[in-house]
């Protein structure tokens, strides 16, 4: 079992940055690929960034490339996501996955979910 618990969520205005913390804890979970969604009030929960367990593979939705940064630090298990430039269209509830495959772009496949953070950004 893998839990990942995140942080880091708030109201900011537009053109600000926030940067969301995923801590994971459980056996392995140093060599888990980690991923990003996010779910929009009314809309199904999307991609946003994804790692590889080494750290070498970064993948992003085309909605966030060069404004969000996804990182991980293996030694204490966490996975950041640095959001810059943010707009009102990143609102939503931001949620942490794992899985012990590689980092897909679809939220099937998955095997662990954090119980998300809000994510709210004013215009």
């Known amino acids: 079992q893998v839990q990942l618990v995140e942080s880091g969520g708030r109201l900011v205005q537009a053109g600000g940055s926030l940067r969301l913390s995923c801590a994971a804890s459980g056996r392995t979970s140093s060599t888990y690929a980690m991923g990003w969604f996010r779910q929009a009030p009314g809309k199904e929960r999307e991609f946003v960034a994804g790692i590889s367990w080494s750290g070498a593979g970064l993948y992003y939705a085309d909605s966030v490339k060069g404004r969000f940064t996804i990182s991980r630090l293996n030694g204490r298990n966490t996975v950041y996501l640095q959001m810059n430039s943010l707009k009102p269209e990143d609102t939503g509830v931001y949620y942490c996955?794992?899985?012990?495959?590689?980092?897909?772009?679809?939220?099937?496949?998955?095997?662990?979910w954090g119980q998300g953070t809000q994510v709210t950004v004013s215009s």
């Open positions: 996955a794992a899985t012990p495959g590689s980092v897909r772009t679809i939220d099937r496949g998955w095997d662990y």
